[in-house]
């Protein structure tokens, strides 16, 4: 099983815990390890809204995809 996990540099946007990134074959989940706010996309959909063409290399832009997922936090807050 290939599953990665980082510390992202950003506190939770309801309770200023830690966050956290998971990727595993299947998803891409940024989530707070105090109060369990979560965000997910499959791992296609990220693909196709975060791999960027540069010089002909098909690049995937991991930060655009944490500014994504941390707005879709931010709305389910409430
Ligand atoms: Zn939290």
Redesign the pocket.
């Known amino acids: 099983m290939n599953l990665m996990r980082i510390r992202l540099n950003l506190d939770?946007?309801?309770?200023?815990?830690a966050?956290f990134m998971e990727e595993n074959e299947e998803s891409v989940t940024i989530y707070?390890?105090?109060?369990?706010?979560r965000a997910s996309w499959r791992l296609r959909d990220a693909a196709r809204r975060a791999l960027r063409n540069i010089d002909g290399s098909l690049i995937f832009d991991w930060n655009s995809v944490i500014d994504e997922l941390y707005l879709e936090l931010a709305i389910n807050v409430h």
Request: hydrophobic share 15%.
């Open positions: 939770c946007p309801r309770c200023g815990g966050l707070c390890t105090r109060c369990g706010l």
